[in-house]
């Protein structure tokens, strides 16, 4: 089992800028690929980034040049660094992982909310 705890999330002002962590614990030596989703009020959830075991990075058009996915092995984090918060960011962010054998795994999530 994996367990996905993120953390970073709050009320921010449009323009401004918060980094997402997200801490894997358990059975993290078989994490293949991660990405973080976002689900707004009433919308579906949808992908924001992601990034696979080795380092390809891939993007939401809606966020790139903005958002920016990184991994650290050392500390089993994988981070969202978001820039020029749009109120149309506003959502709860979830972290997603998979691993080796396909298993899909969900964190809990964290509210952002940009206020205009």
């Known amino acids: 089992q994996v367990q996905l ?36 009020p009433g919308k579906q959830r949808d992908v924001v980034a992601g990034i696979k075991d080795g380092g390809v990075t891939n ?17 089993d984090t994988v981070y969202l660094q978001m820039n020029s918060l749009k109120p149309e960011d506003t959502a709860v962010y979830f972290c997603y992982a998979a691993d080796t054998y396909d298993i899909r795994f969900w964190g809990k999530g964290t509210l952002v909310t940009v206020s205009s």
């Open 5 to 40: 705890v993120e953390s970073g999330g709050g009320l921010v002002q449009a323009g401004g800028s918060l980094r997402l962590s997200c801490a894997a614990s358990g059975s993290i030596f078989r994490l293949r690929d991660m990405a973080w989703y976002r689900q707004a």
């Open 59 to 75: 993007y939401a058009d809606s966020v790139k040049g903005r958002f920016t996915i990184s991994r650290d092995y050392a500390k």
